[in-house]
């Protein structure tokens, strides 16, 4: 009865190592949407860069991959990328960082110069565009 009293108490000490973050504080996936919001941004604003929608579809099937994986069950995931609050959130914190790099609406050339960039480095922005030059 002791060992398993021991046992109960570790499981119980170990438990929450185990437990999942809120799906909208989950690292990989935040930064992974927010990586998308900001593409879509750049295909919203730059005149010569367009979005890779097919690749885009290819990435939210891996995010939701990834989710599943973690532990996330399928409700909570579509409950998240289907979140209003959620994807205004996205959107205005994608804004934020592209201000911080230049870009503002009213200002396609930043926009432009920022998807570029990303295309040449071959980030996950730059795979998610495309140009139209």
Known sequence: ?????????????????????????????????????????????CPTLEARKLRALSELTKLRDYALKQGYSASEVRAFVTS??????????AAERLKERGAEPGNPDAYCAIGEEEIAKDSLIGQLLRSTK
């Open 84 to 93: 209003k609050e959620e994807k205004a959130k996205g959107k205005a914190i």
């Open 1 to 45: 009865m002791k060992r398993f009293t021991l046992t109960l108490a570790a499981l119980a000490i170990a438990a929450p190592a185990y437990a999942l973050v809120p799906i909208n504080e989950e690292p990989v996936i935040v930064e992974t949407l927010l990586q998308g919001f900001i593409g879509d941004a750049i295909d919203d604003n």
